[in-house]
């Protein structure tokens, strides 16, 4: 549940921005459409993975594996929005998919990974985002959460902890990489590249949107020496210097590198890494906003994922992803920037 006092600020910036709305709607505008249409794009920093209940719900016929759930950002600013409309109701179509790349968004199709009651054969393809979204001129808003698995953040995580736990450097693997690997900064330059044009083919999918870009939040602390390498309920045995590397030279830059892209099209980027410093995997149960390889998640999320077991530490499989804290913050943030958009 979102504190008092954020409510309290939802609430007065929804009448402030609604009843502008309505000084500034032309006459007969207001009937032009009864609701505003917004899809949100995104992997599993916006699909949510492991807080609350999944959508479609377990069982249903319409599960895909993309690992949906309630109390991820998009589905908590839709219950603020239906609580205080910007003038009239907001629809949410959310296709955000865990472990999407910038291109599922608008290029490729997706097999999508989920551990959760996959099918006998596993989870069949998903189409592009934007089609399973159907952006179309009636679009209104697109929020669009991606990028990190394009690197890919998740693969970098895993080879930082191998080394380390050789007290080997991965910064060293990453700046002067063996033969046929990409170095990180040709990742990043490949990732500017990629995301300018998939936002290209949002708007050009949806013409009278306003394209809102969501940034990563604080994954890691501001310093190194506030891990445990021996806790696998933070980033494990990941080296401090390499904690340090992967915070500046890679989390920061990828959202360096979203914001110049959105900017470049005149969108609007949503900051939620200054507001979760302090929230990052290394900080104890409470104040944490992001779980650590290991850690706190819904029962129906497995506690062993390949070789990976955490039920050695009473656990479940989170591989540094945001909680239930972490997506309402990330919510508060989004939820503001849809408000001022449908002004604009």
Request: proline share 7%.
């Amino acid at each position: 549940m979102r504190h008092p006092v954020s409510r309290l600020r939802t609430a007065v910036l929804a009448a402030g921005l609604s009843l502008a709305a309505s000084t500034l709607l032309p006459a007969g505008a207001a009937g032009a459409a009864d609701q505003y249409e917004w899809a949100a794009l995104g992997d599993s920093y916006t699909a949510g993975g492991f807080v609350g209940d999944p959508l479609p719900a377990l069982g249903a016929p319409d599960r895909d594996g993309c690992d949906r759930t309630t109390n991820a950002y998009p589905d908590v600013v839709e219950r603020e929005l239906d609580e205080f409309p910007p003038g009239k109701p907001v629809h949410l179509t959310n296709v955000s998919c865990g472990n999407a790349a910038i291109g599922h968004i608008a290029k490729e199709k997706q097999t999508p990974i989920s551990p959760v009651q996959p099918p006998e054969g596993g989870w069949p393809a998903v189409d592009t985002q934007v089609k399973r979204a159907n952006l179309n001129a009636d679009t209104d808003v697109v929020t669009i959460g991606v990028g990190g698995n394009s690197l890919p953040f998740g693969d970098m995580l895993a080879k930082c902890l191998t080394l380390g736990t050789a007290n080997k450097s991965c910064r060293d693997h990453y700046t002067n990489p063996p033969e046929g690997e990409e170095s990180i900064e040709n990742r990043l330059a490949r990732v500017q590249g990629e995301y300018l044009e998939m936002l290209g083919e949002v708007h050009a999918a949806a013409p009278n949107a306003k394209v809102i870009t969501v940034g990563y939040p604080a994954v890691l602390p501001e310093n190194a020496s506030a891990c445990n390498r021996l806790a696998l309920t933070e980033v494990g045995m990941i080296t401090h210097a390499d904690v340090d590397w992967l915070r500046d030279d890679v989390l920061k830059k990828l959202n360096t590198t979203i914001a110049q892209v959105t900017n470049f099209y005149g969108d609007r980027y949503v900051d939620v890494y200054s507001s979760s410093v302090g929230h990052d995997a290394c900080q104890p149960a409470g104040t944490k906003w992001v779980e650590g390889i290991c850690g706190d998640a819904e029962t129906y999320w497995p506690t062993k994922v390949g070789v990976l077991n955490c039920a050695i530490v009473n656990k479940r499989v989170t591989l540094v992803h945001p909680n239930a804290e972490g997506h309402a913050n990330t919510a508060q943030y989004v939820e503001q920037a849809i408000r001022i958009a449908l002004l604009d």
